[in-house]
């Protein structure tokens, strides 16, 4: 039994100490946000956060997360209880595209902004070198982390509070 803290909850999981962390968040605790992307941690799919620093989980034994802190994109910010002001500026800078490298490279600005909250391209450049974007939304990804960075608030569009509006509106 490995006992771990994922997003503030306890949780404890019967599986090998050598079962990749990444499979444990999504097969046993139903946290499908981090992705698998080529399982040899070239690819920044499956970041998430260890004790506030970024890591992959496609090749971290679970055992090696059992006593630490581990945020996966769930747990950033949600639409329940706000979304992360990165977050916020990928919806707004139309980063996403397939959206499948997105919570990697959201959590590895995340912990870019949390050491430097102002970097430079090339800082950006540095932290974000290990997350693939196949989309190839690279710049816009920077922007992202350069609006976020500037203190800019950021609102996204919201289609179904657009909608609202027009129906008591129109």
Same mark, same amino acid.
């Given at each position: 039994?490995?006992?771990?803290? /994922?997003?503030? &909850?306890?949780?404890?999981?019967?599986?090998?100490?050598?079962?990749?962390?990444?499979?444990?968040?999504?097969?046993?605790?139903?946290?499908?946000?981090?992705?698998?992307?080529?399982?040899?941690?070239?690819?920044?799919?499956?970041?998430?956060?260890?004790?506030?620093?970024?890591?992959?989980?496609?090749?971290?034994?679970?055992?090696?997360?059992?006593? %630490?802190?581990?945020?996966?994109?769930?747990?950033?910010?949600?639409?329940?209880?706000?979304?992360?002001?990165?977050?916020?500026?990928?919806?707004?800078?139309?980063?996403?595209?397939?959206?499948?490298? &997105?919570?990697? &490279?959201?959590?590895?600005?995340?912990?870019?902004?949390?050491?430097?909250?102002?970097?430079?391209?090339?800082?950006?450049?540095?932290?974000? %070198?290990?997350?693939?974007?196949?989309?190839g939304m690279y710049s816009?990804?920077?922007?992202?982390?350069?609006?976020?960075?500037?203190?800019?608030?950021?609102?996204?569009?919201?289609?179904?509070?657009?909608?609202?509006?027009? /129906?008591?509106?129109?």
């Amino acid at each position: 039994m490995i006992k771990l803290t /994922v997003n503030g &909850q306890e949780h404890t999981v019967d599986v090998a100490a050598d079962t990749p962390l990444l499979w444990v968040l999504r097969e046993n605790l139903g946290l499908t946000g981090t992705k698998f992307g080529c399982g040899i941690a070239q690819c920044g799919a499956c970041t998430v956060h260890m004790n506030g620093s970024p890591l992959r989980a496609c090749v971290t034994p679970v055992a090696a997360a059992a006593g %630490a802190s581990i945020t996966t994109i769930e747990g950033i910010g949600n639409q329940q209880d706000g979304l992360h002001p990165v977050q916020e500026a990928w919806i707004a800078g139309q980063v996403p595209q397939c959206g499948y490298c &997105q919570s990697g &490279q959201i959590m590895s600005a995340v912990a870019l902004l949390n050491k430097n909250p102002n970097p430079s391209d090339d800082e950006i450049n540095s932290a974000m %070198a290990g997350n693939i974007c196949r989309c190839g939304m690279y710049s816009r990804i920077r922007e992202a982390i350069k609006t976020v960075a500037s203190g800019a608030v950021v609102r996204h569009f919201d289609p179904r509070a657009e909608a609202a509006k027009e /129906v008591t509106h129109g």
